[in-house]
C-alpha cells in the first residue's frame, strides 16, 4: 500500500475586532476634526454674509479728535500700525439731539517704538463722508474682563465706545471710503476676504475626521487562522 500522507491547509478568516484604546482614540479624533471643521465652515459662511450684506452709506458731519481710539496690532503690508476710530457729529441734529457714529476713518503707521504713537490729522469743519455700514466694529481676540487705558484698544464696541465717551452713538459704524487730506491708508480688504481659506482648513479637518475612520476601519480587522 502506498502510503497516505495528510495535507493541511491554513485559510484565514478576517474578523473586526479593533482594540478598545483604538475606537476611542478615532472617535476623539473624528469629533475633534468634525468640529473644527464646522468652526471653519461657520466662519467661511460669516465672510460670505459680510460679502454680500455690504451697504454703502454717505453722511456730513463734524469729527470729534479728543474722542481718538486707536486699534492696535493692525499690519498693513508687513508693517505695523493702528486703526484710527473716530465719533463723527453728524449734521442737520440741533443741540438737544445730537446724533453720532463711529468711523473707523483708516490705517497709520506706529512709530520706531512702542510709546510713540502716530500723530492723527483730523480735517476740521464739516465732511462729507462716503463708505460702507457695519453692524459692528472688526474684533480681535482679547481677553475676558480687559479694562481700556489711554488712547489704544484693542477692540471697540459701540456701546462701550459711548459708555466711555459720553456720546449718543448709532447702532452701526461705517468703514471710512472716501479720501481725505489726512495721510491715512484707507486700503480695505474685500469683505470676503479669507473665505477660501476658511473652506480650504474645513476641507482639511473634514478629511481628516474620515482618516480616522477609515484607519480604524482597516486597521481593526484581523487574521484569524482556522485549519482544514
Request: with cysteine.
Amino acid at each position: 500500500m502506498k502510503p497516505r500522507f495528510f495535507r493541511f491547509r491554513l485559510r484565514f478568516r478576517l474578523r473586526f475586532r479593533p482594540p478598545w484604546w483604538g475606537v476611542l482614540l478615532a472617535a476623539i479624533g473624528c469629533t475633534a476634526a468634525i468640529a473644527l471643521g464646522n468652526w471653519q465652515s461657520r466662519r467661511a459662511d460669516e465672510k460670505r454674509a459680510a460679502g454680500a450684506a455690504v451697504t454703502q452709506i454717505a453722511v456730513r458731519g463734524e469729527f470729534l479728535p479728543k474722542h481718538t481710539v486707536l486699534l492696535d496690532n493692525k499690519v498693513y503690508r508687513g508693517r505695523p500700525g493702528y486703526h484710527v476710530v473716530q465719533p463723527l457729529r453728524i449734521a442737520g441734529g440741533n443741540a438737544a439731539n445730537k446724533r453720532h457714529v463711529l468711523v473707523n476713518r483708516g490705517w497709520a503707521a506706529a512709530g520706531p517704538r512702542r510709546e510713540e504713537l502716530p500723530e492723527i490729522r483730523t480735517p476740521a469743519g464739516e465732511v462729507a463722508l462716503q463708505g460702507v455700514r457695519l453692524v459692528r466694529m472688526p474684533r480681535a481676540y482679547e481677553p475676558a474682563g480687559t479694562k481700556h487705558a489711554g488712547r489704544v484698544w484693542q477692540n471697540v464696541a459701540i456701546d462701550e465706545f459711548a459708555a466711555w465717551s459720553g456720546l449718543e452713538l448709532e447702532p452701526y459704524a461705517i468703514e471710512q471710503h472716501s479720501p481725505l487730506a489726512d495721510g491715512l491708508v484707507r486700503d480695505w480688504p474685500p469683505r470676503d476676504f479669507g473665505l477660501e481659506v476658511h473652506q480650504s482648513y474645513a476641507l482639511q479637518w473634514y478629511s481628516l475626521a474620515a482618516l480616522a475612520v477609515v484607519l480604524l476601519v482597516v486597521l481593526g480587522f484581523r487574521r484569524e487562522k482556522s485549519p482544514s
